[in-house]
């Protein structure tokens, strides 16, 4: 087959979605949020944040200047001195809303605990009292390790108020994983716990810490929570309990001022199989940009109770559960466990009792919950809810439609928010009382920033075309590099169109200027010369009524180059058959074309992802091609590729 690349398009463009849902006028009439932030940041991008940071940061020392850009390395508000925890709890309090509540949180067996501004305070300062005990002082890195339980955010803001950075790792990941990035970060303390409850059943995480810090030598002691009744083995000296070490602690401590550039945290991301990156990300930049937009993309106003039902161990967690919403005394609420225990509605039944007004939560969720079907959010009252948001993968027009009537009561206005670990905050996403959204786009870009797509050459592609996604002005959540290593920082994200932050995100802009997610550009697929993303294909077979979640992945062909795979996860009460297959494949060239008619079609229970829900699509390719297994650390649940690869021989082929 002849094909000359240069004609072709850097990304195709194959679905068009035409529905359009603009915002009602009741709630324009009342958001927080007006067109005019756009213009406003436009006009002087240094000046709008300026104003911000004035106005959303409790400074010990103003900052003298906004901004300093030495492409790709930039400083926020340097000159300035602030506390992040001082921010995120004292000055609520000193103001008289300490008996407002922070958290709600909700243990997986049905344990709750209420917490109050006040009460945080308390704890945060007792905890940063242990923390002390233990060496730590500005500047250390401390490894947290733990469950969703509410010490999570005390351990996080414990450190914040020290000038100490914190680094989370996921509760899911092995003793390697773990030991890997104590080293990477040089960690003097690790703060873990027992274990915690997931699907009815306790999860121990004691053992892997123990087995990770045979090989830590920077680790000086560790604090451990008991959430599972203790019955762990405890080291001498080494191991402390949070109900002892925390405990005793006097409930003041002062919050250290520092600059503004201080490292906050850590975040560290894997994606590939290379060592993982540690993210970095400073004080006052990020929590001003957090704190921003959790409130104008939310529209959080102070009686509203906001719910992310994300994992602190993601960032999402950090800027969204953690500092976005403290800083902006919000009521949250915090679940530690699974949607489906003891059943399919146990997200529903908070919603119910807590009166949650906003809901922040994956794709990946809504569609397991699609699969369910209806019946279970049904079962409750959700009309308290007034915002959703969607976050972590481009979300298929189809789920976002079933969000948007099952749950939002074809009311709620959604918010589909495109950002990365590295950008700190939300970048593209609607403004709920100003934007027309279109299900599965993530539409604009916020105000202050600066996105384009552009083709192999950096140049912007018109509207209609697809291409890479890129930044091309500096933000104040930005990370500031990757822990140790600015070579690799300038070369990942800064080398591939100089002068621009590049993503790695495949996207399409519409004929209208719409944002189009298409994924990781890794994952777009090269069928006879032409470059198909993924989540086109995906989202033309969750069209189809039998299709709960898809996931697509280009397997090599002597032909074609690539040949696509779909692996198709089926709604509740849906049968696999040949029929089935064939009518799904036929349903795929109907909605986009025959060029996407996957080749390879398969029927799986699950599928491989991360603990925040991405599919790990290079997984797949290993399991298409038949291949050996690639780095399989970040997988949430391991068994699942067992399944799938047992079946895998039995691929529909047309
Ligand atoms: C917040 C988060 C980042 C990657 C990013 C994208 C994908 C995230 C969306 C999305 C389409 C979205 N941080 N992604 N949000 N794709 N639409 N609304 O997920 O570092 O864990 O992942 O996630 O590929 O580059 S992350």
Not at 259 to 277: C, D, F, H, V
Request: net charge negative; glycine share 10%.
């Amino acid at each position: 087959m002849s094909v000359d690349p240069s004609s072709r398009p850097e990304i195709e463009n194959l679905l068009a979605e035409a529905r359009t849902f603009p915002p009602s006028a009741e709630f324009s009439a009342q958001a927080t949020a007006t067109a005019d932030l756009y213009a406003e940041a436009e006009a002087d991008f240094e000046a709008f944040w300026a104003k911000r940071a004035h106005e959303r940061i409790s400074w010990f020392t103003p900052f003298e200047t906004t901004l300093e850009w030495d492409l790709p390395f930039a400083k926020w508000f340097t000159g300035g001195e602030l506390n992040v925890s001082y921010n995120c709890l004292d000055r609520h309090v000193e103001r008289g809303l300490g008996d407002k509540v922070a958290y709600h949180w909700i243990g997986e067996p049905g344990d709750t605990r209420t917490l109050t501004y006040r009460d945080l305070l308390g704890e945060v300062c007792r905890a940063a009292n242990a923390l002390r005990e233990l060496g730590v002082q500005k500047g250390d890195r401390v490894a947290i390790y733990m469950p969703m339980i509410p010490e999570l955010p005390v351990a996080m803001l414990a450190c914040a108020r020290l000038g100490a950075a914190h680094t989370v790792i996921f509760g899911g990941f092995s003793a390697e994983a773990l030991s890997d990035r104590i080293n990477d970060a040089q960690a003097k303390v690790l703060i873990t716990a027992d274990g915690g409850w997931r699907r009815g059943k306790p999860v121990g995480l004691k053992h892997h810490a123990d087995e990770a810090l045979a090989s830590t030598p920077s680790i000086n002691g560790t604090i451990v929570v008991d959430r599972l009744g203790g019955g762990i083995h405890m080291v001498e000296g080494r191991d402390h309990w949070w109900h002892e070490i925390v405990a005793r602690q006097s409930d003041v401590c002062p919050p250290v001022p520092v600059e503004s550039e201080q490292m906050l945290y850590l975040l560290y991301t894997s994606g590939t199989t290379a060592k993982p990156k540690g993210i970095v990300h400073t004080s006052a930049g990020y929590l001003l940009q957090a704190s921003f937009t959790h409130e104008v993309v939310f529209d959080v106003k102070p009686d509203d109770v906001y719910w992310c039902a994300a994992d602190i161990g993601w960032v999402t967690g950090h800027s969204y559960i953690v500092y976005g919403p403290l800083a902006n005394a919000t009521t949250g609420v915090m679940y530690e466990g699974a949607p489906d225990t003891p059943d399919w509605d146990r997200w529903w039944q908070i919603v119910e009792d807590y009166k949650v007004s906003i809901l922040y939560c994956a794709p990946t969720a809504i569609r397991a919950f699609m699969k369910q079907g209806e019946t279970y959010p049904a079962k409750h009252d959700l009309s308290s809810l007034r915002v959703l948001g969607s976050v972590g993968e481009p979300i298929n027009p189809e789920a976002w439609l079933w969000y948007h009537d099952n749950i939002g009561g074809g009311r709620a206005p959604i918010v589909d928010t495109w950002w990365q670990t590295e950008t700190g905050a939300i970048l593209i996403s609607p403004l709920p009382g100003v934007t027309t959204t279109k299900p599965g786009s993530a539409t604009f870009p916020m105000p202050g920033i600066a996105v384009d797509v552009v083709d192999a050459k950096g140049d912007s592609v018109p509207l209609g075309g697809g291409g890479y996604l890129v930044l091309k002005r500096p933000w104040p959540s930005m990370l500031r590099g990757i822990y140790g290593d600015p070579d690799r920082y300038r070369s990942t994200y800064w080398s591939r169109f100089p002068g621009m932050y590049f993503a790695g995100d495949g996207a399409k802009r519409d004929l209208d200027g719409y944002l189009w997610l298409l994924g990781r550009v890794d994952d777009v697929m090269n069928i006879a010369g032409h470059r198909i993303s993924t989540i086109e294909i995906e989202s033309a077979l969750v069209d189809h009524k039998s299709v709960a979640e898809a996931a697509v992945v280009g397997k090599s062909d002597d032909i074609t180059g690539q040949a696509i795979f779909a692996f198709v996860i089926l709604r509740a009460g849906q049968e696999p058959s040949d029929a089935l297959a064939v009518q799904l494949r036929e349903h795929v060239a109907y909605v986009i074309g025959p060029i996407a008619r996957p080749k390879y079609l398969m029927f799986t229970p699950d599928l491989p992802k991360t603990r925040s829900g991405k599919i790990m699509r290079r997984l797949l390719r290993d399991i298409a091609e038949g291949r050996v297994l690639g780095d399989t650390t970040t997988l949430a649940d391991a068994n699942v590729v067992d399944v799938i690869r047992d079946k895998s021989g039995s691929a529909e082929e047309d």
